[in-house]
């Protein structure tokens, strides 16, 4: 019983994330289920484990973080379509390919682009007025088109999600109003994740009950992040987004260093 409290409560923290902030909240998830059960003495999940949980809550808060946004009209379907299929593509491009090249310049390639994400997202931005209509937003399909692949085309290749990554992209290279890339990264994230869990549910790696308490969770809290996602100045998105990206971009030098000590 235990367990299953503690997994409802990192559900509710992992969906409000994904609500506020537009991103999957694997990145963030997956240490909290390898550690946070053990320290408070209520069991320990394995790495399989884990990943199955992440694949459904990545799915879960995408779905239920887009729905909350798309009652604000914070969705731009054109760019979700462009950007989503591109990365689909790319995904798949790069997931073949991942058997013939070298993981560890490509996790350095990443942790670059992450390094350099993290250090866009503290770039001053003009804001845009929180009414604009999504819709509304033009954007450039062949430059979306190109970063949909490459993001995706790395992103299959490491087996990170990536939406860390194309947020910032959305906002400094695309010029996507803040809350707009927010809700518009979370429908993307729908078509990123369908893959992932489809993938695990095929190989029978998701503990089921688990996974539910911990997506009741995350249900809520993708409902509240996204609520609170409209009321937070845009300048504080941005900022907890890259602390955030700062964090991921260290987590993934760690393992870098480590590996090569």
């Known amino acids: 019983m235990e367990m299953y409290t503690s997994l409802f409560v990192l559900g509710l923290f992992g969906g409000f994330i994904s609500g ?21 003495g209520v069991g320990l999940l ?30 731009n379907r054109n760019l979700v379509i462009y950007m989503g299929s591109s990365m689909a593509v790319g995904s798949l491009a790069g997931s073949i390919a991942s058997d013939s090249v070298s993981a560890n310049l490509m996790l350095m390639i990443f942790a670059c682009m992450a390094l ?26 062949v430059h979306t088109i190109t970063a949909g692949l490459i993001l995706g085309i790395l992103s299959g290749l490491i087996g990170q999600g990536g939406a860390f990554l194309f ?18 990264a979370l429908a993307i994230g729908i078509i990123s994740s369908i ?4 993938g695990r549910l095929g190989t029978n790696q998701i503990p089921y009950m688990f996974s539910l308490v911990l997506v009741i969770g ?44």
């Open 167 to 184: 947020i910032p992209v959305m906002i400094y290279l695309l010029h996507i109003p803040m809350r707009i890339a927010i809700g518009s």
């Open 218 to 261: 995350v249900v809520i809290g993708a409902q509240f992040g996204s609520v609170m996602s409209q009321r937070t100045p845009q300048l504080a998105l941005r900022r907890v987004l890259a602390i955030l990206i700062s964090l991921s971009a260290i987590k993934i030098w760690y393992e870098i260093l480590i590996t090569h000590a």
């Open 46 to 75: 394995g790495m399989k484990a884990v990943a199955g949980i992440t694949s459904v809550q990545s799915f879960v808060g995408a779905v239920s973080g887009a729905v909350g946004h798309n009652r604000f009209k914070r969705i």
């Open 116 to 141: 350099m994400a993290s250090i866009m997202m503290f770039i001053p931005k003009k804001d845009h007025a929180d009414d604009i209509s999504a819709e509304s937003i033009q954007f450039h399909r």
């Open 20 to 40: 506020l902030l537009g991103i999957g909240g694997g990145i963030i998830m997956v240490p909290l289920l390898l550690y946070v059960p053990p320290a408070l």
């Open 195 to 198: 893959a992932v869990l489809l």
